[in-house]
């Protein structure tokens, strides 16, 4: 795995659990009772994206040092995830 490519894992990890991240905890409008007019029930009634971005950061860099860690040892390699290429593989 070279820069680019784990840069661009980690962007795409980080993305994944902040929307995740997001869900949790949020309080609704309905949840508070205060309901503002022209919005659904279901909008957050207030949301801290800093601290969901903290915490998205964090759980971000775990998971990416765990999946990099396994390429990089080469215990799991494209050759392993390769099964739809079966047909194109000299034999042997």
Known sequence: MNLTGAVVLYAVIWFLTFY???????????D????????PAGAPATEDVGRSAKIATVWATAIWAVIAGIILSGWIGIE???????LNRPAG
């Open 20 to 30: 995740i991240v997001l869900q949790i905890r949020t309080k609704t409008q309905g």
């Open 32 to 39: 508070t009772g205060e309901v503002v007019p022209g919005t």
């Open 80 to 86: 392993d995830i390769d099964f739809l290429n079966v």
